[in-house]
């Protein structure tokens, strides 16, 4: 057994685009509104095409789950958080989670924590991305 991250976001395309293009989301799996398995359903329940029902993703190797709102309802995603921890002495790692977290910066995420040393970890920061997510990044 494990625990994946799921969200729920307003517009999960508009995430899930996000994701792909600052946070290097891979695997992109989406079930729209428009799913042919939901032809049937009553009137009042069936959502357009870029309703998402369900969402996989991939970030640096981790699986995350997604989906909207139901009626794309606002939602405050504050408090939710991500951890990548990774091994400082392993060239590779250190270089992709400053990568990751230049690339996160450039696409207009908030630094709240500039990533760099701290008293706990020799490369530890923060930012929080437009759709309310906390992502942390902290070497051991």
Not at 83 to 94: M, S
Request: glycine share 8%; charged share 25%.
């Amino acid at each position: 057994m494990k625990a994946i991250q799921y969200f729920n976001f307003e517009n999960s395309l508009a995430a899930l685009n996000f994701y792909e293009r600052y946070l290097g989301a891979t695997n992109i799996q989406r079930v729209g509104g428009d799913d042919a398995r939901f032809e049937h359903m009553p009137e009042e329940y069936k959502m357009d095409k870029d309703f998402t029902l369900n969402a996989t993703f991939e970030i640096m190797g981790e699986t995350f789950y997604c989906s909207d709102t139901y009626k794309n309802k606002k939602i405050d995603n504050s408090g939710a958080i991500v951890a990548f921890t990774f091994n400082y002495n392993d060239e590779r790692e250190r270089q992709r989670a400053i990568d990751f977290y230049g690339k996160a910066i450039e696409g207009g995420c908030e630094a709240s924590i500039p990533l760099g040393e701290t008293e706990w970890s020799k490369l530890y920061g923060i930012f929080n991305d437009p759709f309310g997510v906390t992502w942390m990044i902290n070497a051991e």
